[in-house]
Each structure stands twice: as structure tokens, then as C-alpha cells.
């Protein structure tokens, strides 16, 4: 990463709500699996005393996770936690915080802590609960990162904009480990057998099953669609707070038998290429890394236009439609793309590495932050 390689690894400690399964974690955890610890240690603080999906990895690795109050509860005592993180062993030379407005306190503190390297991280376009209140929010979390920062990176334009306003802002692709990924090129219809995905139309949607990940507007889809191929599923991977709900919801609409519930998986990059096409009616949405997953199996992609322009690596996959068009225009399009024609498994690979997506660029790019030294 640099010819003047430090005897001492530098530290970094990333803030984040949890450590379960999600964009803005499982992005770090690649970092982290790729990290070379004789340059860099990243560390973790977190807010949920629960285990969280990768805790044990991180213990396995030697990783550090500290427990702070959640804000929510007590900002007084999360303010607490977290300076008492930020003064005590191990010593951190830079913070990277994940957690949109909320990062400008934190940065806050790493400075009068003197910690040298206040990194900010724009994941997200908006929030779930858009109320003055946390528009007041915002707008002092946005004051606070241009005063504590000395870095701001974004994964989107969108996403930079909307933390950093008129503030100078930096985007770095969301890198992820895309080699891993599985094309369609290499699968078989016994591997799809054993897999329990049938002969049929089979629709996938990768995302917690929150508010804004719009998955009640997929029932309707789906409900349009069987009205036309009766074979149709849809394949939903991943947990939360709406999951109940939506399994009633999909019930109620008579689909019991063409939705099926995934669940966490760890092995999504494996299993993306043996569907046919990926939905995603986000009402708003960071980067949309699902989407590019799909798009590196091979898989064409529906979307909402709340997906930036950085989702679209320009294969010939990715196909947005404003979610104010009927479900039934969605499910039109969605037969459209089951015959589109999939690049090939090399071809994506250099498009990928075109457009900045590879490990080695943002582990670079990081490294440079994180060894800031004012």
C-alpha cells in the first residue's frame, strides 16, 4: 500500500450500529477479511450489546468489538462510551464512522480525543422517518462533520449530497470481493435442483425487510405476474422487522405458494445466479450493492430510480422504473428481461474493475486516510 510501510500497524476504529448482515457491514467485513495486519487492525465499535451476525468472526480474527449505549436510550452515556473508546488502549490513528448524521458527534469526539484521522462515511440518501426533528438533526450532524472531519467519502453522488450538502465530498466506489461472485456461465440445472430453486420464473430481491426496501410493492408485482405465469416465485433473502408482515401480506393475496422466505444467507453469491431477475423498488436507496452483485452473476436488474447512476456498471442489466408506475407495468418489464442477453463472465469482470469496484482501489485509497496525520 505504501513504500514507507510503518513498523507499527495503524489502527482504525469503524462505527456502526451493528455487526449483523447488511450493506455499510458486510462492506466493511471485506475490508477486514483482506486487511494485512502487519499495516492495519480495524476494530469496531458498535451500539447493541446483542451478537451480532459477524461478532464471531471478528473474535476469530483477533478483531476488537466495543459495546457502546445507544444513543436512542442515552446520549449522555453513548457520549460517555464513546470517549472513553477513543482515550483508552488499544489507541486508534483514525475513526471511520458508517452512521450518517450521527457521525458528526462522533468525529466530535475523536477530535477532542486527538485521534488525527475523522473519517465520514455518506451511505445513505435519506432516512426512514423524515420528520423536523431529525431534519434538525442533519442539519447539526452535517455542521459537525465539516468542523471534525479531515476526510468525507461517499458511495454515491446521492448519498454525498444528501450528508454533506455543499461540502466537498469524495466518492469511493463500494468496493466488494466481486470475483467471488458466481456467473451464470457456470451453473447447472441439478446444482438449481439441489439448491431447491424450481423450473420456473424465479425473481429474487436481496434486502431487510424494511420500510424502505418496499417489499409489499414486490407482493403486487408478483401478484401481476402470476396473473400471466402462474409458474412465477419470488425468492426473498434476508431478515427484519417487516418480515411477519410481509409473510401475511403475501398470504392474504393468495401467495403463499410463490414466495419463498430465505432468511440471512451467507452464501448470496453464490445463489444469485440461479434466478432469473432481480427486483428492487427501493423508496431510497445508498447504492444499491444487491443490484451490482446481480448485475457480476449475470443477472438483469429492475429498480427503482432511487438507485444512483453508480449502481449501473453499463452491461446491459440494469433497468430502472419509477415505483408511481402501476405493479402491472413492473411486471411487463420484469418477463422483458428474462431473455436479455448476459455478458460474459471476463467481460464483467473488466467493467467492474473499470468503474473502481476492486478491493485493492479502496483498501489504497483508505489506507491513505488512515495514515493522516494532521
Avoid at 426533528?133 to 454515491?156: E, Q
Avoid at 405465469?229 to 408482515?245: A, P, T, Y
Avoid at 419509477?322 to 418477463?335: F, G, Q, V, Y
Wanted: aromatic share 10%; glycine share 6%; with cysteine.
Amino acid at each position: 500500500m505504501t513504500n514507507n510501510q510503518p513498523t507499527k500497524p495503524k489502527r482504525v476504529l469503524h462505527i456502526l450500529v451493528t455487526l449483523n448482515l447488511g450493506g455499510a457491514e458486510s462492506r466493511v467485513m471485506d475490508l477486514f477479511r483482506n486487511q494485512d495486519p502487519a499495516l492495519l487492525i480495524h476494530d469496531f465499535a458498535i451500539m447493541t450489546p446483542e451478537k451480532c451476525y459477524y461478532s464471531d468472526e471478528v473474535a476469530k480474527a483477533n478483531g476488537v468489538v466495543h459495546v457502546v449505549r445507544n444513543p436512542r436510550e442515552s446520549l449522555f452515556g453513548h457520549i460517555i462510551d464513546l470517549y472513553r473508546v477513543f482515550t483508552t488502549q488499544p489507541q486508534y490513528n483514525a475513526v471511520h464512522a458508517h452512521t450518517s448524521f450521527h457521525a458528526g458527534l462522533c468525529l466530535l469526539l475523536a477530535k477532542i480525543a486527538g485521534i488525527k484521522a475523522r473519517i465520514s462515511h455518506a451511505r445513505n440518501t435519506s432516512t426512514s422517518t423524515p420528520s423536523i426533528f431529525v431534519k434538525a438533526m442533519l442539519l447539526l450532524g452535517r455542521s459537525l462533520i465539516r468542523y471534525s472531519s479531515t476526510h468525507r467519502y461517499a458511495i454515491s453522488n446521492d448519498a454525498g449530497n444528501y450528508l454533506y450538502g455543499k461540502t466537498n465530498f469524495e466518492v469511493i466506489p463500494n468496493a466488494f470481493n466481486y470475483q467471488l461472485i458466481k456467473h451464470k456461465s457456470e451453473t447447472t440445472d441439478s446444482e438449481k435442483a439441489a439448491l431447491g430453486i424450481p423450473q420456473a420464473l424465479n425473481i429474487v430481491a436481496v434486502a431487510r425487510f424494511y420500510p424502505v426496501k418496499n417489499h409489499a410493492f414486490m407482493l403486487k408485482v408478483v401478484d401481476e405476474l402470476k396473473k400471466v405465469r402462474s409458474d412465477v416465485v419470488l425468492h426473498l433473502i434476508g431478515d427484519g422487522e417487516l418480515k411477519e408482515e410481509i409473510s401475511r401480506a403475501a398470504n392474504k393475496l393468495g401467495l403463499s405458494q410463490n414466495v419463498v422466505f430465505w432468511g440471512r444467507r451467507n452464501d448470496v453469491y453464490q445463489l444469485l445466479p440461479y434466478f432469473d431477475v432481480m427486483l428492487m423498488p427501493s423508496i431510497t436507496e445508498g447504492l444499491g450493492v444487491a443490484a451490482l452483485e446481480a448485475q457480476k452473476a449475470g443477472v438483469p436488474c429492475l429498480v427503482s430510480d432511487a438507485l444512483p447512476v453508480e449502481a449501473d456498471i453499463n452491461a446491459g442489466l440494469f433497468y430502472k422504473l419509477s415505483i408511481n408506475e402501476p405493479p402491472k407495468l413492473w411486471a411487463e418489464r420484469c418477463l422483458s428481461l428474462i431473455e436479455v442477453a448476459v455478458p460474459s463472465k471476463e467481460g464483467l469482470d473488466t467493467l467492474f474493475e473499470q468503474k473502481g469496484y476492486s478491493l485493492k482501489y479502496s483498501e489504497e485509497k483508505f489506507y491513505k486516510a488512515y495514515c493522516y496525520d494532521g
